[in-house]
């Protein structure tokens, strides 16, 4: 277990709807991550707050946005769904936002746009 | 931009042989080098790291030595058993006041008894 949850397990949904995942970092960890994973892209790196702020992006599509609230947990909201946004969505934390940091993953919200 | 080079599975092994998973990056500066693992309906999680040239991780039997003359991080392990099925992904994230971490594909490993 890392420390870090995420929810729902299991979205099903249709195309043109709205959805939002939900994290909560380990205990004391500032930093939030978020990774989209599908068979077709392999692993993608999405976005990162630290301690509130957004702090880098990275292949997020525009009809996707995150953001991280004062307790520190993060939601990733995804809208105008597509069949093609079907994929794993990975939470990881961090306790800062040093290159050389570990990062620990939730067990990701799988995501099927119907 | 960085770039993680990992070779495609699956690997399919016999329990107790050898194993080695290549890595290639292309980064600029001197980038932290790891290996995750991601066991069957899981998240990753991290098996081993290395922050500078000539740095040696190593955890549960696997090993990788950050090789900044061929931006290499091969990781290995003597003799793997059925429990170390799994995908590896080798990643770099670079120095500095932020974490991009760029991951590689992923490579899948089967040990059979």
């Known amino acids: 277990d890392s420390g870090v949850t995420q929810t729902p397990k299991h979205l099903i949904t249709a195309t043109g709807q709205r959805v939002t995942l939900r994290c909560s970092p380990r205990?004391?960890?500032?930093?939030v991550y978020w990774y989209q994973q599908s068979l077709d892209q392999g692993l993608q790196f999405l976005i990162q707050?630290?301690?509130?702020?957004?702090?880098a992006k990275g292949n997020i599509l525009e009809r996707f946005s995150a953001q991280q609230f004062p307790d520190l947990h993060s939601e990733l909201n995804l809208s105008s769904l597509e069949l093609g946004d079907s994929a794993l969505y990975f939470c990881?934390?961090?306790?800062?936002?040093?290159?050389?940091?570990?990062?620990?993953f939730g067990p990701g919200t799988r995501l099927l746009v119907l | 931009g960085d770039s993680v080079t990992q070779m495609e599975g699956p690997v399919t092994l016999s329990e107790e042989a050898f194993l080695t998973i290549n890595c290639t990056y292309t980064?600029?500066?001197?980038?932290?080098l790891f290996w995750y693992v991601q066991y069957p309906g899981e998240g990753l999680q991290l098996l081993l790291k290395?922050?500078?040239?000539?740095d040696k991780g190593s955890n549960k039997g696997f090993e990788a030595t950050y090789r900044k003359e061929t931006t290499s991080f091969h990781l290995e392990k003597g003799s793997v058993q059925v429990s170390d099925s799994a995908v590896y992904f080798c990643?770099?994230?670079?120095?500095?006041?932020?974490?991009?971490?760029?991951f590689g594909i992923g490579t899948k490993l089967q040990v059979i008894p």
């Open positions: 990643a770099l994230s670079p120095r500095g006041g932020y974490q991009k971490v760029t």
């Open positions: 707050y630290y301690n509130g702020e957004e702090r």
């Open positions: 990881a934390s961090s306790p800062n936002t040093g290159g050389e940091e570990t990062q620990y």
């Open positions: 205990s004391g960890d500032l930093s």
């Open positions: 290395a922050t500078k040239a000539d």
């Open positions: 980064a600029t500066g001197y980038p932290s």
